[in-house]
């Protein structure tokens, strides 16, 4: 498994051994899902296994929808590069927040996404399975999703993409390993 961190971090999850509190594997677990059918919205429980199984994904959290860095730089990029992943043999591009499932399709529309699957982390069961809770309350946020991204077969996290400085109520909002760019960069 590949941790892409900076020098400092990557030293701290070797020496210590952090990197063994890194999922090997998605955790199990069921979002709940909003769906347009026949004009009408419908709740659809979506499994771990749904989204993963038999497929090799992209997949990123950040810290929520409709935030600057989210919504100017990150989110867009990716749908913008998305036909390069797919190149590179990526099935699937995920964006997984802690945000429900009204917030996740507004904000899925409001971006205009035909590559990237938005997918609402309400109740931060599955970011905190990938040990990526983190407390935003310096910012009114709550708990959040620290910004990381991985690379998933059929399940099995081969690549982690995580910022530096993971820690409640962080003061920045870093932007490097997760930048679209880099990780497209690292695939290549």
Not at 64 to 76: E, I, K, N, V, W
Not at 158 to 163: A, H, P, S
Request: hydrophobic share 35%; proline share 5%.
């Amino acid at each position: 498994m590949a941790i892409y961190c900076t020098e400092r971090e990557r030293s701290e999850y070797e020496e210590k051994g952090y990197w063994r509190s890194l999922p090997d594997m998605v955790p199990s677990t069921t979002f709940q899902t909003r769906v347009l059918n026949d004009g009408n919205f419908e709740w659809l429980p979506i499994t771990t296994w749904d989204l993963f199984a038999g497929e090799r994904v992209l997949m990123f959290s950040l810290p929520g929808a409709f935030t600057p860095t989210c919504s100017t730089y990150q989110l867009p990029e990716f749908e913008k590069l998305a036909p390069e992943f797919f190149e590179l043999g990526i099935d699937q591009i995920y964006c997984f927040t802690v945000n429900d499932a009204f917030v996740c399709n507004s904000w899925a529309k409001d971006q205009n996404l035909e590559h990237v699957q938005v997918i609402p982390d309400g109740n931060a069961k599955f970011t905190e399975e990938m040990q990526m809770i983190i407390d935003k309350e310096n910012l009114g946020f709550g708990r959040r999703s620290w910004r990381y991204a991985a690379i998933v077969e059929n399940g099995h996290i081969t690549d982690w993409f995580i910022e530096e400085g993971k820690e409640d109520n962080h003061n920045k909002d870093p932007y490097m390993y997760t930048n679209p760019s880099f990780i497209l960069s690292k695939l290549q």
